[in-house]
């Protein structure tokens, strides 16, 4: 995640192999729920998350369980 002003950021999922962001999502903070929603909409699409960058904020470690 990373902010533009202290209250507005984005969360982006990128594949480096591609070279290309697969979804992002604008949020007012940094919570579980936004980490959940984009990795359930790009397994949807058919990507697999082999390896998750996090500060270990809590709560969005248990998003990335099984990473």
Not at 3 to 23: E, I, Y
Not at 44 to 55: C, K, T
């Amino acid at each position: 995640m990373t902010f533009v002003k202290r209250t507005f950021g984005f969360c982006v999922f990128r594949s480096p192999h591609l070279k290309k962001n697969l979804d992002w999502k604008m949020a007012l903070t940094e919570t579980a729920a936004v980490y959940r929603e984009l990795r359930w909409q790009i397994e949807r699409q058919g990507f697999e998350i082999q390896v998750a960058v996090i500060d270990g904020r809590p709560g969005i470690i248990d998003v990335f369980w099984d990473v």
